[in-house]
């Protein structure tokens, strides 16, 4: 006996696009013959080696499309009546909005099984909306691209999950592995229970940016001198690649080579210096950033934008402060640097910040080693088990506080990604959790796991 799955969540989160890679066809859009039949909303789909029906929410959306509680009370409707199991989607890519929690309430209140769906986890920036998609409640979120057919696995996984096999395969379970492998899989988009990876073999990718004659040219030069420069073919030292490959103590970097960008623009005539665009660019390219800054004139909190906008995309950062052959107090000076950039930049504690001299190469070697610190904690992964651990410890040694008069309690903590990282804290009341003890919890796992420097991201969800 084959069950019903019914796609609920806002316009826009993707849907159709699941609908129709589960179906198999592009399927005409709309079929606005009047008195549509209820079979024809009712398509036979695949999931692997798993048969079943996928409602066409998408018609009954039309048919009460005027208000949002229209199309709530429709996909609802379908839900409760039709649906053995509802695929509850959300966009990874423009992370939660308002609706999505309305929607997510109708959906928990049918009581129907519901697998938590995350759409579009392929997009840039899509990280920070997998973690969000906790929030609606639902359990763990399954990233996938229905565009692209990444995580169908994943998803088929979590229907037998949800369901169990014995409703998913009826009584003859045809144990159909050929199928399996035979699909498209796209890449593992994000595996939770995977083991830490850290692929010493994949180049470390590291731009350079800073306001205008901070001395990033001169420190791009002279990191990649010719005795680090990768020889032979494959190395992609060409000057209108934006990228250039050089080794650093046997470790592959690729590096955005803004330089280059600019002595090209230099020729052209256009720029003299890189626009913000160019800037933004070599972020999102980037894993770990080297910001440099100019030792010799005081910089101020607008200065730190640039280290804010890294911090918000989630990069590693690490400071350079240059030119500082020409400080006469090193230590002083470094002092007050350092001093002035944790209070400015507390949500990246223990930043790693190096004096070098890009024109003499003193401190280079520093700066590389901090950039490597700086990418391993980047993409370190805590077991479970030691969390768990730590939680303890904290929860006795400072509980959350009461909000009116009842306490909070956190049940668990789980690490949901790296790069950076990325923890799910389950408590009661999540949404009346102090932002002052999420910074204490936060700041207490960089200290207990050693993380220092980079974002950390922590978001709060009700138990299942
Ligand atoms: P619906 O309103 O929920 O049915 O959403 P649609 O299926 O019509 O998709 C809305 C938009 O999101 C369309 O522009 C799709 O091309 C796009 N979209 C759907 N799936 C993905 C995905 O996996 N990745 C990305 N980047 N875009 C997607
Ligand atoms: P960019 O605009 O950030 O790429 O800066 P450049 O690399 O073009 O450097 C701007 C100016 O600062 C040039 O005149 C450099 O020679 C000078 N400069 C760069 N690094 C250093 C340094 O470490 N020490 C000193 N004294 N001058 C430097």
Request: one cysteine or more; aromatic letters at 6%.
């Amino acid at each position: 006996m084959s069950f019903k799955v019914a796609i609920i969540g806002r316009p826009n989160v993707g849907k159709s696009t699941l609908f129709n890679r589960l179906v198999g066809k592009k399927l005409a859009l709309v079929d606005d013959t009047p008195g549509v039949t209820r079979d024809r909303r009712v398509h036979s789909a695949k999931l692997y080696d798993i048969n079943f029906d996928v409602i066409d929410t998408a018609g009954f959306e039309t048919a009460a499309a005027e208000t949002l509680q229209g199309r709530m009370r429709a996909q609802t409707e379908i839900a409760i009546h039709e649906a053995d199991l509802i695929f509850f989607m959300v966009d990874a890519k423009s992370g939660l909005m308002p609706d999505d929690k309305a929607f997510a309430d109708v959906v928990r209140r049918s009581g129907k099984p519901v697998v938590l769906v995350a759409n579009k986890a392929e997009a840039r920036g899509a990280q920070a909306g997998m973690l969000e998609a906790w929030e609606v409640g639902l359990g763990e979120p399954i990233p996938i691209s229905a565009e692209h057919g990444q995580g169908m696995p994943d998803l088929r996984d979590a229907v037998i999950e949800a369901l169990g096999e014995e409703r998913v395969f009826g009584e003859e379970d045809e144990d159909d592995d050929a199928a399996i492998a035979e699909v498209l899989v796209g890449e593992d988009i994000t595996d939770p229970d995977a083991e830490p990876v850290y692929d010493e073999t994949k180049p470390m990718r590291i731009a350079v940016v800073g306001r205008p004659n901070a001395g990033k040219s001169t420190m791009i030069n002279a990191l990649i001198d010719e005795e680090r420069l990768l020889t032979g073919p494959e190395a992609g030292i060409t000057r209108d690649s934006i990228s250039v490959d050089w080794e650093w103590r046997g470790r592959q970097i690729r590096l955005f080579d803004t330089a280059g960008m600019r002595r090209k623009a230099k020729v052209q005539e256009k720029l003299e210096k890189l626009s913000v665009a160019d800037g933004l660019r070599a972020i999102r390219f980037a894993e770990i950033v080297i910001v440099v800054f100019d030792a010799t004139i005081p910089f101020e909190k607008q200065d730190l934008q640039i280290a804010d906008l890294i911090i918000r995309e989630g990069r590693g950062l690490v400071l350079a402060f240059n030119k500082w052959d020409l400080i006469e107090n090193p230590q002083e000076t470094l002092a007050e640097l350092r001093e002035k950039t944790a209070r400015l930049l507390p949500q990246v504690r223990g930043l790693l910040a190096v004096p070098v001299s890009a024109e003499t190469g003193r401190g280079l070697d520093k700066l590389m080693d901090a950039v490597l610190k700086t990418h391993q904690v980047w993409n370190r992964r805590v077991s479970t088990g030691r969390l768990n651990r730590w939680l303890e410890g904290i929860v006795a040694h400072h509980p959350p506080p009461a909000v009116a008069g009842r306490r909070l309690k956190i049940k668990y903590i789980t690490q949901a990604k790296t790069r950076p990282p990325g923890f799910v804290l389950s408590c009661t009341r999540p949404e009346a959790m102090p932002q002052s003890y999420i910074r204490y919890l936060v700041n207490s796992l960089r200290d207990a796991f050693d993380m220092p420097g980079v974002p950390i991201r922590m978001v709060m969800r009700a138990p299942d």
